[in-house]
DNA sequence: CGCACCCGGGAGAGCGCTCTCTGGGTGTGT
DNA sequence: ACACACCCAGAGAGCGCTCTCCCGGGTGCG
């Protein structure tokens, strides 16, 4: 049992000499590889629990090359590097590396761990948030600590991905990166997204439609806010008064103020994240607005902040950690024959109707 | 560069051999092991850049026997053991390991980042939710892909604590164990929680205060809770009314309603988390109980559901980042000289006066 | 009955690295 | 001046595993 505890597990040499047969043929019957006569197999099976052998990871690396390991990246704007203002600035804690703390990177690992583990893997964690951490990277992986990454950017300006492509370095992104590069993702039909929502608010007999968009220099902003426009002019609306907020709460209450200002008409909002809404929805209580009454309110992810709201907000759902999971499927895919071709596969949101409207 | 593409990169004695110096010599320059006359550093390093070499792990570990990895293992009850019931049935998503989702969950994983990526290091990430999973976390680090483990447990059942110590695993919990394993762990003076959650509602002047539990298998909650009730008691309030809830957003609503069913006459409330809080908060505002003018609130954990309240929560902060960053140097301690014996850090909490109290 | 073929198993060569051991040159003490 | 300690670089032995090569015996076909 505490065979570790004495100096050494024991080795594949130990188990054939138990089993009274080699090395190699020990070997083939863990890796499940030619045919091993039935008795020997089990007869080896039985060493194996005898000996309570493990296979050396390490020493299995070396020779095949593999890590059987991906890493999943989350990858911001570093502070030395001019990069979006605004959310850096969090609730008072002194750590870099909130990101993590965000449900939504929450929702990508749970789709990934998920995946991964069924092929008994498990992926390393990484932070690239400044430029030295984005070295730390991919000298991490060129080590061949893992045989790819799967790449969550946050900022538009993320070099990372154009970095690990360079490299040689099997690499998979979760959306569309803002610049052209050859390599495989996933992402969501965003604009399907923002119409789905224009239709929900038109099908409830909204008349005065604004929106509360994200930061208008990340491309699921633009599309969710293109999608929501083109469907609501189909429907006759030309005209959407928009805000534009950062995805935090704050600058959901923020926009939603100014939007009541300009447009005390509004009677439908949708808003481009769950968090902004649960904002607007703060401010639409304190103006004695009633929800969905008087305001129809659209969020966007479905993440948990959609279920904390009351009214329980309704939502374009994001399917997050399938998304995810196809993530590394392509991966995995992509580390067995390098060769191959970028792809990208694309999602469909749907809507999921609560209180809100 | 695209050296990865062309079958191999190179070597420590491809280095050499541009160097003109032996294996040995460039790997003690890469180590800084013994001293290397510098000039003969100098030309290793050079020759290091101009190949664009890199160590390759597993040969390293190989032979240090050591993955310079560990592992942070989110663990909780099984579906296949009589685990605690509720919260098993999350939003509606069809994946397991919403554990990954729970933003306290995403404050450890930020803590033990951004500690170990100063050396360099990495964590894998592993969930162990099910008898199944355990196993394979279990077998994974004995496979030694990792050095130890990083344990931050759900359940008060969960048996993960005495396997990876009975195999011989380094391994740091974060929370004290509700059985007694010599196991090192970090965790937070709960009571002091309670107890500073009690003063500040008292110093506000309030004269019926009642709580919001955890549940009270958990040892965490028995002690906020104890706490809070010592306090009060030397402040003269003999009696709290309570109600248990799970943690969860609803069952703070329900905790809330039951509480001004049997106790209308509440002014201050303690609630043993910010997301059972914010539940409450809902409720109070439906009752038209002004907060904190009518109620006073605090919570607990300084999470970002106590940012998103309105109004903004008092809470009782957990330093959850610093005892992640603890627990992870205790762990990397530990695997260095595996012979000490356990400790314990206890950490303190701090009260966070918003406008809730 | 002989030969080519196939298939199950063993032997052994590394994968890339670390680290001990060794040897030669230099510094220090008497 | 000599002996001894010391320090730096090289040689070489593995770490535990996979995988190619090879060999012996059984099988099918001519």
Redesign the pocket.
Known sequence: MSDRAAK?????????REA?????????V??G?????P???DVVRRAIATTG????R???S????RADTVALVVSGAGADEGGEAGDEDGPGTPFRGQLLADPFFGRISAGVVDFLRRRAMHPVLMLADSTDARKQVVSYLRQGHADGALLVSIHADDPLPETLVAAGVPCVLFARPPRPVPVSYVDLAHRDGGRLAADHLVARGRQHIASITGPLDVLASQDRLAGFRDALARHGHPYVPCEEGNFTLESGERAMSALLERHPEVDGLFVANDLMAQGALHVLRERGRAVPDDVAVVGFDDSSAALSCRPALTTVRQPVEEMAAEMTRLLLERVDQPGARPTSVIFEPALVARQSA
Chains 1, 2 share one sequence.
């Open positions: 050494g597990s024991p080795t594949l040499e130990d188990v054939a009274g047969v080699s090395r190699a043929t020990v070997s083939r863990i890796n590889i030619r045919n091993v006569d008795s020997i197999q052998y493990v296979p050396n390490a020493a299995r070396l020779v095949t090359r």
